[in-house]
């Protein structure tokens, strides 16, 4: 049985700062991470499923990084489309 891709990362990975917690989903070092899309998805799901039980401040923490992997992910494709 493939371990959830939320278990590879490190425990109180969500409790970090937004550069921190971006960074972390955005490496591609990690085995369950092919970069910002991934960890985009993941701190989506995330967010969709202990949104309620979390705080507001720590709600607004993981919003901001969704924000900085949104813009990961656009100068990843923007970087991408300017090779082709």
Known sequence: ???????LFPSGLFAN????IAE???SRQG????????G???????LAHAGQRLSVSRRRTLEKAKLLLSAQLE????QKQHRA
């Open 1 to 7: 049985m493939n371990a959830s891709p939320a278990c």
């Open 17 to 20: 700062d937004p550069q921190i």
């Open 24 to 26: 972390s989903l955005s």
């Open 31 to 38: 085995s369950a991470s092919k970069g910002p899309a991934d």
């Open 40 to 46: 985009l998805r993941l701190l989506a799901f995330y």
């Open 75 to 78: 100068q990843a494709i923007k």
